[in-house]
């Protein structure tokens, strides 16, 4: 009897991770997998949810070390979905990966993910673009960014396990995450981004209604949709099992379809909230989710298109996604 690929998933119920999840239940590989998901024990519907779909469940949240080590320690493979940020947590999983390694000899993988692209200049509150780009098949370039960035605190400790040699490991960093999420789970995890959203709910709890912009409105963000974000794990776990993705230093994966300066954004938020757009009255200083959404974040992601990953939405795809947004928060406020 062949033994299954063990499997453990954090962030099963979130918008990337319950995407991503909803995917891999279809995946060729599901039959011959055995998945086990990280809840909360406040969360009994959403275990038994799971359960329905053939995904075991281990109870406990990020800050239960414990259990993502002795998790990850009986695992193949581990989809780190959950906070991207969250150091001890990561760390807790490396442990259990090099438990593996010792145990069985194998080496075992490592899909995290972040929760933004590189953020290339935090001071420029909206008022300017910026003209760096990163790509992420240019390594020597990837390697001069700072320890002290977003997000490195968790990535470096990554990339040395895996120069270490116990584990294979993969980040995957999606930029604006845009559209609703309609899998089969969309019932149990969050079905929104948040980056969007949150622009859309300041500008609606001002009264009178007014839709503000990050300064000028003129720093640019990448997007991607949640299914062509959905697909991209998948193409790049197939290249995994097949030998064919880079890992490491080598496995960063950006992903993005495309690119937009702020204030189109908020301008398509006016439009469905049928009020005015004013620059620089967001009261940024007031909210740290509106001082990101003013930064520059630019890059190319070319390492997953490499492999096969062929994103479908385009910007045009997303703007429209914004229209939705304001009518379902319009809508809610109604009732």
């Known amino acids: 009897m062949t033994t299954k690929t063990q499997v453990f998933f954090t962030g ?39 359960h329905s779909l053939g995904v075991k469940t281990v109870q406990g ?5 414990e259990v993502l080590e002795r998790q990850a320690s009986q695992s193949d493979a ?31 993988v ?16 909206g008022n300017y673009s910026s003209e760096k780009i990163w790509d ?12 002290t960035n977003l997000h490195r605190n968790v990535d470096v400790p ?38 969007i959203p949150t622009l859309i709910k300041a500008s609606l709890d001002r009264n009178p209604v007014r839709v503000g912009i990050v ?6 963000w990448p997007n991607v949709h949640i299914d062509d974000l959905a697909e ?49 009255s967001t009261d940024a200083d007031e909210n740290h989710k509106l001082v990101m959404i003013g930064t520059n974040s630019r890059c190319k992601g070319n390492r997953a298109r490499a492999l096969g990953w062929k994103p479908r939405y385009t910007i045009e795809d997303m703007l429209n996604t914004v229209e939705e947004d304001v009518k379902d928060q319009l809508m809610l406020r109604q009732v």
Not at 61 to 65: E, F, G, K, Q
């Open 215 to 220: 300064g000028k409105g003129e720093n640019i």
């Open 136 to 147: 992420d098949m240019k390594l020597d370039e990837l390697d001069t960014i700072p320890d």
């Open 232 to 280: 991209l794990y998948m193409v790049l776990y197939d290249a995994i099992l097949s030998g064919k993705a880079g890992h490491g230093r080598e496995g960063l994966y950006f992903a993005e379809n495309g690119e937009i300066v702020l204030k189109s954004i908020c301008q398509k938020i006016a439009q469905g909230a049928k009020t005015p757009c004013a620059s620089g």
């Open 110 to 125: 490592l899909i995290h993910t972040v929760s933004s692209i590189f953020i290339d200049d935090m001071k420029c509150n």
């Open 61 to 65: 949240t990020n800050s239960d070390l």
């Open 78 to 108: 581990v989809f780190s979905c959950a906070d991207s940020d969250d150091l001890p947590a990561c760390e807790a999983i490396l442990r259990g990966l090099k438990k593996r390694h010792e145990t069985t000899g194998t080496v075992p």
């Open 12 to 50: 099963a119920t979130g918008y990337i991770g319950g995407s991503v999840l909803a995917r891999l239940l279809d995946h060729h590989t599901f039959p011959f997998s055995e998945i086990t998901a990280l809840l909360r024990p406040s969360q009994p519907d959403r275990s038994a949810a799971l």
């Open 158 to 195: 990554i990339l040395a396990a895996d120069k270490e040699g116990y584990v294979k490991t993969y980040i995957v960093h999606p930029s604006a995450v845009c559209g609703l999420a309609k899998g089969k789970l969309a019932h149990v995890q969050n079905t929104r981004s948040a980056q």
